[in-house]
């Protein structure tokens, strides 16, 4: 299956906000923490260990951008927290984002087309 994603759409850089986000949501991710968004606030889980933090804080946290590392950074970190915002819980394992989100409890079976809805809504 090919995306094709429209660079047109999209600025090659994130907001000094978005930035300072998406830094703190991949070092949770890759300290194996599972993050949800519920309005303004972020859920951290891990294990037994829970955190809840709002935007704010997470803005306060740092004083500057971090560095970004290039066009692929930037499109993973818009997908992660336009996910986020879109209501899906995001893990990292190993080098893989997996992104789950309830169904009322129940099981879902997605059509063969949704990864690519999924992915032109998300980006």
């Known amino acids: 299956m090919e995306i094709n994603i429209d660079k047109r759409c999209h600025s090659n850089e994130l907001s000094e906000e978005d930035s300072k986000m998406a830094y703190f949501i991949e070092d949770y991710l890759e300290q194996s923490y599972k993050i949800k968004k519920q309005g303004t ?4 889980k891990k294990r037994s260990n829970k955190i809840l933090i ?13 560095i970004e590392t290039g066009h692929k950074h930037t499109y993973i970190s818009r997908f992660l927290l336009k996910s986020l915002h879109n209501k899906w819980t ?22 063969p087309n949704f990864l690519t809805c999924f992915m032109e809504n998300t980006f």
């Open 41 to 44: 606030i972020y859920l951290l």
């Open 90 to 111: 995001i893990e990292k394992k190993h080098h893989n984002y997996i992104l789950s989100k309830k169904h009322r409890g129940k099981k879902e079976y997605f059509s």
């Open 54 to 66: 709002d935007e704010t804080t997470i803005n306060k946290m740092y004083k500057t951008s971090p």
